[in-house]
């Protein structure tokens, strides 16, 4: 076996535990720590640490002042982080932790205060301090999280576990802001030609909607379809139903079977007032099991998601 292997625990091969000041046990790793105690270990004030070879206690040093043993092929003073496995390890000033990946393929953005894919620099929407907040699916702190996080084209940052979690349940679009959060092009013009194959009855026919595209931010008037409600500008079926412009034609604005005098009262209610409504069942549809099947077929590695992916890699 190698020697690393006799060393450490199942998050980090050290040669060292540190001792924690806020409950002055002793723990392998920060992690170990917060699994175990109700409560969370900072690194930082660690100030003693436990040598696994001869079982001195010490000030925190690279190596042990009695046997001399190395605590970790990788040391960084200011995180009290020791670690033997070679991940490229860096500590980034800017961020205020160390991080895996290699500096050289990593830069601080100053704006988001994170590290950043060096392919990202000038390429990015910037959202100031966008990870110094809660993964919007499971709600761990993104900017310390050991989970590698990704960056769709909005800027709000998502795990990416999550983010694959949520593509394989259909669901496409930023659970922060509704932006879709991948190249849906394809998915758009597999909807084009099921609304083209999918007629409404004839009282549908002269049925409009006024619609907000939550891809580009413009409002559109568009015939309804139960199947989806499609954006004039950019072609997006990611849209939602919003409130009839002033003036607007009556006879345009009157769903079948509804009073014409209940209208202004309908089409001006909020979305959670109108699902007897049949217009609500149209973004629903979207994202039905057709819609599913067809995100799911997109290849999330390949181009449709190449060009806004941007991966994180925290050391905690």
């Given at each position: 076996m190698d020697k690393v292997e006799k060393y450490g625990c199942e998050h980090y091969k050290r040669k060292c535990a540190l001792i924690a000041p806020c409950c002055n046990k002793t723990y392998t790793c920060r992690v170990c720590h917060d699994d175990k105690e109700n409560h969370e270990l900072t690194r930082k004030k660690v100030m003693q640490v436990h040598c696994l070879t001869c079982k001195r206690v010490q000030q925190v040093q690279g190596s042990c002042e009695e046997c001399g043993t190395k605590f970790g092929n990788y040391f960084c003073e200011i995180c009290r982080l020791y670690d033997d496995e070679d991940k490229q390890q860096f500590h980034c000033d800017g961020c205020g932790l160390c991080r895996v990946g290699g500096r050289e393929n990593f830069y601080h953005c100053d704006v988001c205060d994170v590290c950043l894919s060096i392919s990202m620099k000038d390429n990015h929407k910037c959202i100031e301090k966008s990870s110094h907040s809660n993964c919007p699916v499971c709600l761990e702190d993104l900017h310390t999280s050991r989970i590698a996080a990704h960056i769709p084209p909005c800027g709000h940052l998502i795990h990416?576990?999550?983010?694959?979690?949520?593509?394989?349940t259909g669901n496409y679009a930023c659970p922060i802001c509704g932006q879709s959060m991948l190249d849906m092009k394809e998915v758009w013009q597999n909807v084009d030609e099921e609304?083209?194959?999918?007629?409404?009855?004839?009282?549908?026919q002269n049925y409009y909607v006024q619609i907000l595209c939550k891809d580009c931010h413009e409002e559109s008037r568009v015939l309804f379809h139960v199947l989806g409600l499609k954006c004039q500008q950019c072609g997006s079926y990611n849209t939602c139903r919003t409130q009839e412009p002033e003036g607007a034609e009556e006879s345009e604005c009157t769903p079948p079977g509804v009073n014409a005098s209940t209208t202004q009262g309908t089409t001006e209610t909020s979305n959670d007032q109108t699902e007897s409504n049949p217009s609500t069942s149209s973004n629903n549809a979207a994202r039905g099991?057709?819609?599913?099947?067809?995100?799911?077929?997109l290849e999330i590695s390949g181009a449709h998601a190449g060009n806004f992916t941007g991966f994180l890699n925290f050391l905690g």
């Open positions: 990416y576990k999550c983010f694959k979690d949520m593509l394989k609304v083209s194959q999918c007629p409404m009855p004839e009282e549908y099991s057709n819609l599913t099947e067809l995100v799911n077929d």
